[in-house]
């Protein structure tokens, strides 16, 4: 079995790293229309539409002017993640997103956290470059 750890990966906002990354999740799902009839002996679906949503969570950097910076409440970024790193050959989820939340928490002995949400569809892809 394959395992991989976060920090193998990264995260871009275009072509900029965001910066102290400490997690991400994503994920999509399709709503499904019912169109069974009548006569049929069972349900049968329709796709209809596809959403995706997700976030990503750092250690809050403000310095970070072209990643983290750039994540702000009703922005639309390129989105990259790299779960097992940028080498050509190896995966990427990209796609365009629009940020939906940004918020900073603290707490007492801890260091300033950052989390991002956003809506858009990620596709799977070959890293090229």
Known sequence: ???FKVADG???SGSYAVAEITGYNYGDSVTLVEDSNAFDTQESYKVGKKKGD??????YDPTDTNGQNTL????T???????RGTT???KEFIGSVKIETFKTTGED??????EFTFKGILT??????
């Open 1 to 3: 079995m394959a395992t």
């Open 10 to 12: 990264a995260v871009y």
């Open 54 to 59: 997700g976030g990503i969570r750092c250690h």
């Open 72 to 75: 702000r409440s009703g922005e």
């Open 77 to 83: 970024v390129t989105l990259h993640i790299y779960p």
């Open 88 to 90: 050509p050959g190896l």
């Open 109 to 114: 002995e801890g260091l300033v956290e950052a």
């Open 124 to 129: 799977e892809e070959v890293i090229t470059e």
